[in-house]
């Protein structure tokens, strides 16, 4: 009998429901919402890179690495564009029409705008933002970069009274105007929020969970310590205690800060679940190297309690770079101290278990995985004063694939050999979104 119309439609619903997962398989899933999303494999990987005096240029610099099956330049640097002078490069993101990558300068708080859509391969500068600190009313360190609608949300460090941790959010639109300041809750300055036991004012990340009108932000610390000897702050008692201990739940919409939790020992990287009714996020504590569950209960209200240790906490892996699985099964933790990546089993985020670890390198730092998981990469810089020294002082990009069992190195690219400097964050680039 020959199918009704109806039948036919279903079926042809059906089949393309079952292929749409198939053009998804790509893209960080850890990146904004509001982002455009890559429906291929990624091209090129985007390296925000810190320059070292008599290396190269010695200046910062985006470096392109072809990561396309079958290129003849596979695995190669393919191009890099320098910015001139070393300004601690650090974080950067893409606007939500993915056509700008900005990038921060934590030292001279400069922002780089780099265009990535003329030609995805060799991005060039496009703009620089100068005058942040004026502009914000003071705020320095523009950390973490966020797509929103138009607009790019800017998590800072500190400021220009005192280099100390109390800092800011601020807004530009994506033409690179300054819009707003919203400087982070005190004791003093909560603005109605309700506070666990401190309100430290610190920041880094952000994550934003749309559907509940909720904005994440979380907590290190200030220009006096992240631009001192890491050895040198390490002796300093006063300097170990200038890190953040908090998280904030805001309105989102509103920018106005609702609950100021209790999460001691610098709760670093945001990473929210994303599959339906997954009201919950995981952060990972620098000096306490612990995985914590920040959640929504019953009544509706945000909670943070930590639910893992990461490695030996007595030995300080130092957790740095998380990235969760697009199922929220799975949590990727890198640890500084020890060059160790580990994944732990988030099935239940109130019970994360490790199942895997392997170490990439003396020190490593971030991590970025595909949408279908299935490949990682790493770079092994935190702070040019952070970072090691002599031969465990190791700046490389590393690419693995990950069949669910074990990390497989697929190349390996020595930053320091190829006079590019220390290798930071990374970025997704294809040529697929500006046919």
């Not at 190269?56 to 695995?75: A, E, F, M, N, Q």
Request: glycine share 8%; net charge neutral.
């Amino acid at each position: 009998m020959k199918p009704s119309p109806a039948v036919r439609w279903i079926v042809l619903v059906a089949l393309l429901t079952a292929l749409a997962p198939a053009a998804a398989r790509a893209d960080e899933p850890c990146q904004s919402p509001y982002v455009q999303k890559i429906t291929g494999e990624e091209e090129f990987v985007y390296v925000w890179t810190l320059g070292v005096e008599g290396m190269g240029d010695g200046s910062d610099k985006l470096v392109t690495i072809d990561v396309r099956r079958g290129s003849s330049t596979y695995g190669q640097v393919i191009h890099s564009v320098s910015v001139g002078g070393r300004h601690e490069a650090h974080h950067g993101g893409f606007t939500d029409d993915r056509r700008y990558f900005w990038a921060g300068g934590l030292d001279t708080s400069k922002i780089f705008i780099f265009d990535v859509a003329t030609d995805p391969a060799r991005p060039r500068l496009h703009k620089t933002i100068d005058d942040f600190v004026r502009a914000s009313g003071g705020v320095v360190g523009p950390h973490t970069f966020y797509a929103l609608p138009g607009r790019m949300m800017i998590a800072a460090l500190s400021n220009n009274r005192d280099h100390g941790g109390h800092t800011a959010l601020v807004e530009y639109s994506n033409e690179g105007k300054y819009v707003a300041t919203h400087w982070m809750p005190l004791a003093t300055t909560a603005n109605g929020a309700r506070i666990e036991k401190v309100a430290d004012g610190y920041g880094y990340d952000i994550r934003v969970l749309p559907r509940k009108n909720v904005m994440l932000t979380s907590s290190f610390t200030g220009w006096s310590n992240y631009m001192m000897d890491f050895g040198q702050m390490l002796k300093d008692p006063e300097a170990m205690k200038r890190f953040g201990q908090t998280v904030v739940v805001w309105d989102f919409h509103a920018r106005k800060p609702r609950t100021v939790l209790h999460v001691p020992g610098s709760p670093l990287e945001i990473r929210f679940a994303t599959q339906p009714g997954h009201n919950y996020a995981f952060t990972t504590t620098a000096l306490t190297s612990k995985i914590w569950l920040i959640h929504e209960d019953a009544r509706g209200e945000w909670q943070a309690k930590p639910v893992a240790d990461i490695g030996d906490p007595a030995t300080i892996p130092l957790p740095v770079a998380i990235t969760l699985s697009a199922d929220d099964r799975t949590l990727w933790v890198d640890s500084f101290m020890d060059g160790t990546v580990r994944a732990f089993d988030v099935s239940d985020p109130h019970r994360p278990r490790e199942i895997y670890s392997k170490r990439i390198g003396s020190q490593i730092n971030m991590v970025s995985q595909s949408w279908d998981g299935k490949r990682l990469y790493f770079t092994s810089s935190v702070l040019a004063r952070w970072d090691k020294k002599a031969e465990a002082d190791e700046q490389f990009f590393k690419a693995y694939t990950w069949d669910g069992k074990a990390l497989e190195e697929r190349f390996a690219l020595d930053f320091a050999k190829l006079g590019l400097g220390r290798a930071h964050v990374m970025r997704f680039g294809s040529t697929s979104l500006y046919r």
